[in-house]
């Protein structure tokens, strides 16, 4: 078992705890004891505590006793908070000569993980402290059982394109910078977006998502940046707003080319200057934001488009990251095939099921418009529907008959299942633009003739989708 090393960080020499807690931990097997004594922090003096503090980052401590002074006790909020912003990650047992029941508290609110005071007992301080690093020991392990769940545990695939995209992930979170992720429907950005932020420092801080596609116009500026009580008719009372609430953590904008232009500039200003004015508010607020950005359209063409203001645009791509569609990395569609079904089927509480070859066939020649997202729902539909131990290719409800292969020629199945994604493409794209031949040519980007000729070719009725 590793040894706990535990730091007395003995501020006021004159009260002798150090010395006592020295003498009641150095006995206990396991327990590793080192006492400083900055000479320079002198009772009273914080300036030279908080400096010690910078250039000493507790990084090897598992648990560190404090001993303050009174007057650097009043002081204490101001020294968690130097301790937080000097990432000493382990939790502080404050050692005083003397403290009330509101003092006691107010440390504890503040950060201490728990406080001792004389006379000084090892029936009294070791459970204490055997307390607090049971305490770090879950904190710890919840987090890397999170780190597990929302981070690259979830990004599942062997294909080089995949591959090269996920190996950045760990790089990116190790930094600040804004993150344009690029990507078709389905792919996972947002899954991308929440790894980067659970590899992060920002993990304990909240991960706050936000499709801006899906919010009306005139709502967005208030959903990202609040607004003040009386700022118009029904404002009755203040709301932060999202980036109030990301605070700390990361704000994820997908669909960020739907972002209304006023609401653009609002938010370069915020990603330039770290502060935004909520509606209606007389001072300006700030934040400790990290922006994640994503889009499945060219991010080029929004550019050119006007959808997306290009000043933005380059303040976002600090560092790109695209995500290649499920159609160019058919290696891993069995692997995500066999991830989903494990999953739903030990969700719905059904017994062990697997595929049957002639599925596995089916599921790898399928195009997959929809990505990943697509084929989990509909891996999701089969486990759901299925009576037996095998899902076979029938049981899937893809567009292909089982018997077709073995009678088309290589070429003539090709084009089969090229007519069948052209199709649901086409009709995908008219739903999403209510029939809008114009746009939905636009968003596939073909020309507005070629894209007729194909809705004609395969005989869809735009003024259904209208």
């Not at 003092?103 to 000084?120: C, K, M, Q, S, Y």
């Not at 304990?204 to 118009?232: D, K």
């Not at 088309?408 to 493409?425: D, H, T």
Request: charged share 25%; with cysteine; hydrophobic share 40%.
């Amino acid at each position: 078992m590793q040894a706990i090393d535990i730091l007395l960080l003995d501020v006021n020499p004159e009260t002798g705890l150090s010395g006592l807690l020295h003498d009641i931990l150095v006995p206990v097997s396991g327990f590793e004891v080192r006492l400083q004594r900055p000479m320079a922090c002198s009772a009273g003096s914080l300036a030279a505590l908080q400096s010690h503090i910078k250039k000493n980052t507790g990084a090897r401590s598992d648990v560190v006793f404090l001993i303050l002074s009174q007057d650097l006790l009043k002081q204490a909020n101001s020294i968690f908070q130097t301790l937080r912003e000097s990432a000493w990650l382990c939790p502080v047992i404050m050692a005083v000569e003397a403290c009330d029941s509101a003092g006691i508290l107010d440390l504890l609110e503040w950060g201490a993980a728990d406080f001792v005071t004389p006379p000084l007992k090892p029936c009294d301080v070791i459970p204490r402290l055997m307390r607090v690093i049971e305490q770090k020991r879950r904190s710890q392990s919840s987090e890397h059982r999170l780190k597990e769940k929302l981070g690259l545990n979830q990004l599942i695939g062997e294909s080089g394109a995949f591959r090269e995209a996920v190996a950045k992930i760990p790089l990116i979170a190790q930094c600040d910078a804004s993150v344009l992720i690029s990507g078709e429907t389905g792919t996972g950005k947002e899954l991308c977006a929440r790894a980067i932020h659970y590899l992060s420092t920002r993990a304990r801080h909240p991960f706050v998502s936000i499709n801006c596609g899906a919010i009306p116009t005139q709502l967005m500026e208030n959903e990202l940046f609040g607004h003040q009580r009386g700022a118009f008719t029904d404002a009755s009372s203040t709301q932060p707003g999202l980036i109030r609430e990301a605070d700390g953590g990361t704000l994820f904008l997908d669909e960020v080319d739907a972002l209304p232009l006023q609401a653009q500039v609002k938010l370069l200003r915020f990603l330039q200057e770290k502060e935004y004015r909520p509606l209606g508010a007389s001072k300006t607020c700030k934040a400790d934001v990290r922006v994640i950005a994503a889009s499945n359209t060219d991010f080029d063409q929004a550019v050119r488009s006007g959808s997306l203001r290009q000043d933005l645009y380059y303040r976002l791509n600090v560092i790109p990251l695209n995500i290649p569609p499920l159609r160019e990395r058919q290696e891993d569609i069995p692997l995500l095939s066999h991830h989903f079904l494990a999953r739903y089927t030990a969700e719905f509480g059904k017994p062990p099921r697997h595929f049957s070859q002639e599925a596995l066939r089916r599921l790898e020649l399928y195009p997959w418009p929809g990505n990943v997202r697509e084929l989990e729902h509909l891996v999701a539909r089969a486990v759901a529907l299925s009576e037996r131990n095998v899902i076979d290719g029938d049981d899937l409800g893809l567009p292909q008959s089982k018997a077709e292969p073995g009678r088309l020629s290589f070429r003539e199945a090709k084009e089969k299942l090229i007519a069948q994604f052209e199709i649901q493409y086409i009709q995908e794209l008219l739903a999403a633009h209510q029939g809008n031949i114009s746009k939905a040519a636009r968003a596939a980007r073909k020309n507005r003739r070629v894209f007729w000729q194909l809705i004609r070719k395969h005989g869809i009725e735009t003024q259904n989708f209208r």
